[in-house]
C-alpha cells in the first residue's frame, strides 16, 4: 500500500508539473501540444547531466539536474514560441511536430554518445542507477523524493503567480482578449513569450521527474510512453486552474501508479485482470472524465488564435 | 510570356509546391548538420546515401526489388495522409488516425488469422472498425465538445493495449510476433495481380499501390466535387453558420472523423495482409505510420495528389536512413529530418504570404512607374497611365 502510494505522488507531481505548464501556455493564448516534446527533452538534459558529471555531492546533484533540465525545456520551448507567436504559425501542428522532433532528437543524441563510447553497442538507453540516489530520502520504509517538495512548492508559486500578481492577471488577459489587453499597453507578443516559456520549464522539470521516478534507466526512443498528454487532459478536467488540476492529478497519478503495483495488492491480484487493462486504465478513465466534464468546459477565449493586431 | 510567368508565381498550387520544396530542402539541409556534428567525415555520404535509398542497391534489378518495398510501405502511408487531410480540410486534427491504423491492424489480422477469411472481407471489417472508432471520437467532440486531439491520443493508447492483447492470441509460441500470413491462410493475402513481376518478383507487391491511387482521386473528387463535400468543409470553417444554413453540423462532424478513420484502418489492412510485416504483440508505442501521414499531409499541401508524391517522399526517406553508416550514425536520423520537414511545414502559410508581399510590392513599383500590365488573374493587357490613373489597382 506503501508502495501505491509512493508512486501515487510521484506520477501526480509529474502530472501537476507538466499541466501547469500547460496550464501557463494556454492561459497567456498559446496551445502548447508539443509538452511532451518538452518533457523529453528536460529528461534529455537532465539525463545528460547525470551521466556526464556522475560525481557530484547530493545536493549540488539535484540543483544541477533541475537547473539543466528546466533550462533544455526552456530552450526547445522557444521553438513553439517563436513559430506561434512572431510567424503565426498553426500552433497544433508545431506542438505535433515538436513531439516527433523531440523522440527523434533525443534517439539521435544519446545514440551518438553511446556509439562514442562504445561502437559495438547502439543502443538509446542512458543509465543513472546511482545518480538516482541523489534524489531519495527514505523516511521509514517510504521513498521521499526530493522532486515530491519541489512539486508542492511550484504549485504554490504558480497559483500565487496567476491569481496575485500584476504579471499573472496580465497574462490571463492576453489568452482571453489579446486586443483589449492591447489596448491598455500590455505587450502580448511579451507575455506569450513568457507564457511558453514558463511551460517549457515546467515541462522540462516534468519531464526529468517521470524519467527518474521508478527506474534508473531510460530508453529514450520511447519518448514519454504518452504522458505529455495524459498531463493535458488533467489540464482540462482541472479547467485551467492549479487547486483544480493538483486534485485531478493525484486521480490519474493514482490510476497510472496501480498498473505498476497491482499484483502486490492482494484482492486485485486475485482479480487476474490482465495488465493490458491496467495500463488502459489512465487512458479510459480520462476519457470518460473528459465525456463527462467538458460540456461545461471554458478554455481561455482566445486561445490558438494566432493574435492579429489589426482584428478587434 | 513574363506575364504568364507572373500569373503562374501568383496561382495557389505553384506556391504551395514551392513552399513545401523549401522545406524539404531546409530540412535536409538541418539534417546534413546535425550529422555533421556528430562525425564531420562521413557526413556527406551519410546523407546522400539516405537520398539515393534503393538506388544504393548494386544492380538494376535489386533496385525495383527495393524500390517495390518502398511501394509496398508508400501504400499506407498514402492512405492516413489522406485520414488526415480529410478531417484537416473539415477543421478537425485528427491525431487519432495512429490508434485507428492499430485497431485496422488488430481486425485485419485477427480475421486473417483467427478466422481465415479472404481478403476483401478482412479489409472490409478493418474499414467497418476504423470508422467505428472514428465514429466514436466524433460522437465525443460533437455532443461531448472533447476536444478530438486529446480524445485521439487517449484512443491512440487504449487501442495499442486493446490490439496487443487481442493478437497475442494468434501469434507464434516462441516469439512476440503475429503469425505469418503466408503459412496460414493465403486466402487472406492481398492479391498481386501481376504487380509483383513489375518489380523483379517481389511478392510483396500487391494491388495495394493502384488502390491506395484510386482512393486518393476519390478523396479528391468527394471534397471538391460534391454537394456532401462542399457541406462537410462548411461545417469546418463555421459551425454555426453551417447550422444556421440547415446543414447537420454534428452529423457531419461524426461521418468526417468516421471517414478519416476507416481510411487509415484500410491503410493498414493493406499494409500487413502482404505480409510483409509481422505484428509485435508486445509494443510499447504506437506505430509511427500514423504520425508520418500527419507529415506526409502538410508536406503535400493538403492535396490529395500533392499526398500522393509527399508520401512517397517520406517513406523514401525513412527507408533510406537503413543506408546510413550504423556504426556512427543512426537510422533515426530519417524520423528528424521528417519532423523537422513538417515543423516548417507549419510556416507555410509565412511563406506564401511573404511570397505575395513581394510580388504585390513589385506590381505596385511596375505600375508605379507606368507601363503595360495585364490585368490580373487574366493575359488581356492594359496601359496603364503615366501618374498611375486607368485602373483599379
Not at chain 2, 127 to 151: D, F, P, Q
Amino acid at each position: 500500500m506503501l508502495l501505491l502510494l509512493q508512486y501515487t505522488l510521484l506520477y501526480s507531481s509529474v502530472l501537476i508539473l507538466v499541466a501547469l505548464g500547460g496550464c501557463f501556455s494556454e492561459h497567456s493564448g498559446v496551445i502548447n501540444l508539443g509538452l511532451e516534446g518538452t518533457m523529453v527533452i528536460g529528461a534529455l538534459g537532465g539525463a545528460l547531466t547525470m551521466h556526464f558529471m556522475p560525481n557530484l555531492p547530493a545536493p549540488a546533484m539535484i540543483i544541477m539536474v533541475i537547473l539543466i533540465s528546466m533550462l533544455a525545456g526552456l530552450v526547445y520551448s522557444l521553438l513553439l514560441a517563436v513559430a506561434s507567436v512572431n510567424f503565426k504559425a498553426d500552433q497544433t501542428i508545431v506542438g505535433t511536430a515538436m513531439n516527433m522532433l523531440a523522440v527523434a532528437a533525443a534517439t539521435v543524441i544519446v545514440k551518438a554518445i553511446n556509439i562514442a563510447a562504445n561502437p559495438d553497442k547502439p543502443s538509446a538507453t542512458l543509465t543513472y542507477i546511482a545518480q538516482k540516489k541523489a534524489f531519495i530520502v527514505n523516511i521509514g520504509s517510504f521513498e521521499f523524493n526530493w522532486f515530491m517538495l519541489v512539486t508542492v512548492i511550484a504549485l504554490a508559486a504558480a497559483y500565487v503567480l496567476l491569481y496575485k500578481t500584476k504579471f499573472g492577471l496580465r497574462l490571463m488577459a492576453c489568452g482571453e482578449h489579446p486586443q483589449a489587453a492591447a489596448s491598455v499597453g500590455i505587450s502580448v507578443y511579451k507575455m506569450r513569450y513568457s507564457g511558453v516559456m514558463i511551460s517549457g520549464l515546467l515541462g522540462g522539470l516534468g519531464g526529468i521527474v517521470y524519467i527518474t521516478s521508478g527506474v534508473s534507466e531510460w530508453k529514450f526512443e520511447y519518448g514519454v510512453a504518452g504522458f505529455g498528454f495524459l498531463a493535458l487532459a488533467v489540464m482540462i478536467f482541472g479547467q485551467w486552474k492549479p487547486q483544480r488540476i493538483a486534485l485531478s492529478a493525484l486521480l490519474f497519478g493514482l490510476f497510472r501508479a496501480l498498473s505498476n503495483v497491482y499484483d502486490g495488492i492482494g484482492f486485485l491480484k486475485s482479480l487476474n485482470i490482465p495488465s493490458s487493462i491496467y495500463n488502459m486504465l489512465p487512458y479510459i478513465i480520462s476519457l470518460v472524465v473528459l465525456a463527462l466534464t467538458s460540456k461545461k468546459s471554458r478554455a481561455p477565449k482566445a486561445e490558438g488564435i494566432p493574435y492579429d493586431k489589426g482584428m478587434r | 510570356m513574363k506575364n504568364k510567368l507572373r500569373s503562374a508565381l501568383k496561382s495557389n498550387a505553384f506556391q504551395s509546391i514551392v513552399a513545401s520544396l523549401l522545406c524539404i530542402i531546409v530540412g535536409l539541409i538541418i539534417g546534413f548538420i546535425v550529422l555533421l556534428i556528430i562525425k564531420p567525415d562521413g557526413a556527406w555520404k551519410g546523407i546522400t546515401d539516405l537520398l539515393k535509398n534503393f538506388f544504393n542497391r548494386p544492380n538494376g534489378r535489386l533496385t525495383l526489388k527495393y524500390l517495390g518495398n518502398t511501394l509496398v510501405k508508400t501504400a499506407p502511408l498514402i492512405m492516413c495522409s489522406l485520414s488526415i487531410l480529410f478531417c484537416y480540410k473539415v477543421g478537425l486534427f485528427n491525431i487519432g488516425a495512429a490508434g485507428q491504423y492499430c485497431v485496422g491492424v488488430g481486425i485485419s489480422l485477427y480475421a486473417a488469422l483467427a478466422w481465415g477469411l479472404p481478403w476483401w472481407l478482412c479489409m472490409l471489417l478493418a474499414l467497418v472498425a476504423g470508422a467505428l472508432m472514428g465514429a466514436i471520437v466524433g460522437v465525443l467532440k460533437a455532443y461531448c465538445n472533447v476536444n478530438e486531439v486529446i480524445s485521439g491520443i487517449m484512443f491512440n493508447w487504449i487501442s495499442l493495449y486493446a490490439v496487443n492483447m487481442l493478437l497475442s492470441t494468434v501469434k507464434e509460441s516462441t516469439s512476440p510476433y503475429t503469425i505469418d500470413i503466408s503459412r496460414k491462410s493465403v486466402r487472406s493475402m492481398l492479391p498481386s495481380l501481376g504487380m509483383d513481376k513489375l518489380f523483379s518478383d517481389n511478392r510483396y507487391v500487391t494491388i495495394a499501390i493502384p488502390l491506395a491511387i484510386i482512393i486518393a482521386v476519390a478523396v479528391y473528387i468527394i471534397l471538391d466535387k460534391t454537394r456532401f463535400g462542399y457541406e462537410l468543409k462548411a461545417t469546418g470553417f463555421n459551425k454555426n453558420a453551417a447550422k444556421y444554413a440547415g446543414m447537420a453540423e454534428k452529423r457531419n462532424i461524426i461521418v468526417t472523423i468516421a471517414i478519416g478513420g476507416a481510411l487509415a484502418a484500410l491503410g493498414a489492412a493493406m499494409f500487413y495482409l502482404t505480409g510483409y510485416e509481422q505484428w509485435h504483440c508486445s509494443l510499447s508505442s504506437v506505430p509511427a505510420m500514423g504520425f508520418n501521414g500527419i507529415a506526409a499531409a502538410f508536406l503535400g499541401g493538403l492535396n490529395p495528389i500533392g499526398c500522393l508524391l509527399s508520401s512517397f517522399f517520406i517513406q523514401h526517406i525513412t527507408e533510406g536512413g537503413a543506408y546510413v553508416d550504423k556504426m556512427t550514425y543512426s537510422s533515426e536520423i530519417s524520423d528528424l529530418i521528417s519532423s523537422i520537414i513538417i515543423y516548417l511545414c507549419g510556416f507555410v502559410l509565412f511563406i506564401k504570404f511573404m511570397m505575395n508581399k513581394r510580388i504585390a510590392r513589385s506590381e505596385e513599383k511596375r505600375a508605379a512607374s507606368g507601363h503595360v500590365e495585364p490585368l490580373p488573374g487574366t493575359d488581356t493587357a492594359v496601359i496603364v497611365e503615366e501618374n498611375g490613373k486607368g485602373g483599379d489597382e
